[in-house]
């Protein structure tokens, strides 16, 4: 059973606020993968990481960046909130022998 | 650039009944094919993944889906749906051999149980 949790599950904040999803995996995998999801849309990759200390952009751009110090810990930070990232934020993970990705319960932002 | 399209945005079937999800994809590669399902406010469950092989795979919950590469397909398939399978189905695409980056999703399919 895939483990990878997300938090906050929801999140109403204001604009200009910086703000940090949290996104925890405990299966090792080396690859960890952040996606957008608008209402009723397909989900868009927004940022990857290979394993620690690498990051790349995803197919969608972002105003958001992400880090990887730890294998088992992929944050997302928006330093300045806009309306425009109200959304679902998914986060995944994946191990290098499989192409399979395990997904969290996902973040919902509102900002107002 | 690969693109997955998934025809129906809703689907509205009984209880019961018969199940098919279309999911058309195009890649220039190999593909992996994937169907998800998310149930309202919840992330993505993998149902089942086609790598190579037989083109026919089972999944979880009973599922199962057909790749047919001359079509360009990968639908999904259910002898006898529950109340419980309603919720959004996506399908899925990765490269063969593209490393990490991410899968290419479909729009996603609403799936409506009738009693």
């Known amino acids: 059973e895939a483990d990878i949790y997300q938090t906050p599950r929801y999140l109403v904040i204001g604009t200009g606020k910086k703000i940090t999803l949290e996104c925890s995996q405990t299966m090792g995998h080396d690859k960890m993968y952040w996606y957008q999801q608008d209402p009723g849309m397909e989900l868009h990759l927004i940022h990857y990481s290979y394993g620690v200390n690498s990051t790349e952009k995803g197919d969608l751009s972002s105003e958001s960046t992400v880090s990887r110090i730890r294998t088992e810990h992929f944050p997302l930070t928006l330093e300045s909130a806009r309306p425009s990232h109200t959304s679902q934020y998914l986060c995944?993970?994946?191990?290098?022998?499989?192409?399979?990705?395990?997904f969290g319960p996902g973040t919902r932002l509102t900002v107002t | 650039a690969q693109s997955v399209t998934q025809p129906d945005i809703h689907i509205t079937v009984s209880e019961g009944a018969s199940l098919e999800l279309r999911c058309n994809y195009s890649?220039?590669?190999?593909?992996?094919l994937f169907w998800y399902v998310q149930s309202p406010g919840q992330g993505l469950q993998l149902l089942l993944k086609y790598f190579s092989g037989d083109t026919l795979v089972q999944g979880i919950k009973g599922f199962e889906a057909e790749f047919k590469r001359s079509q360009s397909s990968f639908n999904l398939r259910k002898p006898s749906v529950h109340w419980s399978d309603a919720a959004e189905y996506f399908c899925a695409v990765g490269e063969v051999g593209g490393g990490a980056d991410g899968l290419t999703f479909g729009k996603g399919t609403h799936l409506i149980i009738q009693p």
């Open positions: 890649y220039g590669a190999t593909p992996y």
């Open positions: 995944a993970s994946g191990d290098s022998s499989s192409y399979e990705q395990y």
